[in-house]
């Protein structure tokens, strides 16, 4: 083998180990994610390809309205537990109260113009544990989220990253706060 050739089979190799560890650093940081299903409808829809920053609450903490995705309990068909995507309505040691369809945090209404429809069914009352958030979807007729024990309070160690680009439809490409 000549040297001419060796030196070729050497450039590639460099420029696929830089790639390999190029797509680890940014998989640390990044995570692509899918919605499926139309709990966080009209902000997200069925098919919308979101970017998930990974590293958002390795240096802060969760905040009221973010929309975050985390990993639950429930199960898919194949058996993995399911991701979900929902909003964070409180955090730690916010009191949570839903009635007659409003949800106030603090004693506070919510103003909430992201939400589908006026309806927020529930009657509760609680206090969010320490390190944990309450969630709702957007689409609250519909959404399985933290007013079911199914759900339930989100242990922060468990939230994946917080939502902040869509990248399809192309048509709604752009950052979600």
Sequence with gaps: MSEKVKKEIFEWIKVFALAIVFAFVITQFIKP????????????EEGDYLIINRMSYKFGEPKRGDIIVFESDLQQDDGTNKDLVKRVIGVSGDTIKIKDSKVYVNGKELNEPYIHDEITEGDI???????????????????????????????????????????????KIGLLD
């Design 125 to 171: 009352d609680t206090v969010v544990p320490e390190n944990s958030v309450f969630v709702l979807g957007d689409n609250r007729e519909i959404s399985l989220d933290s007013r079911y024990e199914q759900v339930g309070f989100i242990n922060e160690s468990d939230i994946l990253g917080k939502v902040f680009v869509r990248l399809y439809p192309f048509n």
């Design 33 to 44: 994610t899918l919605v499926r299903g139309d709990s966080m409808y009209s902000t997200l």
